[in-house]
């Protein structure tokens, strides 16, 4: 098992481009979520899918999208990048059940 | 509404020596409580989580934590710490169920060993 994939793992964007993040999972989890981590600030919630089909906003939404695609996939969009987005993002899965959260490697995020 | 304080930003200790990472959290019920490590570029790895059960909790790589309700702590410790330990820690809090099982994690103590 792979586990929880990002692609990709390094993107330097110009202000004001798009792009996505891509996250995939092999393990069954129901609950996937996106963070970004900022020196000193820990980790923060951008969005998350609890179940296949829905979607909700966590801590830091504004300036981002998400698609939960399948029950496999779940994508963070970028429409108009600003500097203030440049950080690390991390993927997550969680399995039905259980607490735990099982981190992707992060995709590191440059806006300039 | 659900926080977690980690009071250490750094904390450096010699190799051998023990550790206690501090961890603080604010949760209305019965919290889930979590520690991940993260190395440096890497993801974050659990360590070890409670909730409910004897409060002294085994995890992975000699690490165990001890959940003090009367004190709303959950502190890591080690009792003798490994180069490779070096890393930075991360004490999180959810719920067991439900609200979307959203952890929310205290801002990381960064581990630096002398040799």
């Known amino acids: 098992n792979a586990g929880v994939t990002q692609t990709p793992k390094f993107q330097v964007l110009k202000t004001g481009q798009s792009m996505t993040l891509q996250c995939a999972q092999d393990?069954?989890?129901?609950?996937m979520y996106w963070y970004r981590q900022d020196p000193g600030m820990g980790l923060r919630l951008i969005y998350y899918?609890?179940?296949?089909?829905?979607?909700d906003k966590g801590e830091v939404p504004n300036g981002y999208n998400v698609s939960r695609l399948n029950k496999r996939e779940f994508s963070l969009r970028l429409e108009s990048a600003a500097p203030s987005q440049t950080s690390v993002y991390f993927c997550?899965?969680?399995?039905?059940?259980?607490?735990?959260?099982?981190f992707g490697p992060g995709t590191r995020l440059t806006v300039t | 509404a659900q926080s977690v304080t980690q009071p250490d930003i750094h904390i450096t200790v010699s190799e051998g020596a023990s550790l206690e990472l501090r961890c603080n959290y604010s949760?209305?019920?019965?919290?889930?409580l979590f520690w991940y490590v993260q190395s440096p570029g890497q993801g974050l790895q659990l360590l070890l989580k409670?909730?409910?059960?004897?409060?002294l909790v085994q995890g992975i790589k000699g690490f165990e934590a001890e959940f003090k309700r009367s004190q709303s702590s959950f502190n890591l410790r080690k009792p003798s710490v490994h180069w490779s330990d070096a890393a930075e820690y991360f004490c999180?809090?959810?719920?067991?169920?439900?609200?979307?099982?959203?952890?929310?994690f205290g801002t990381g103590t960064q581990l630096k060993v002398e040799l």
């Open positions: 997550a899965g969680r399995d039905r059940g259980a607490g735990e959260q099982y």
């Open positions: 393990m069954n989890h129901n609950s």
């Open positions: 899918s609890a179940s296949e089909g829905t979607t």
């Open positions: 949760y209305g019920a019965t919290p889930y």
């Open positions: 409670y909730f409910s059960g004897d409060t």
């Open positions: 999180a809090v959810g719920p067991f169920t439900g609200g979307g099982n959203k952890l929310t």
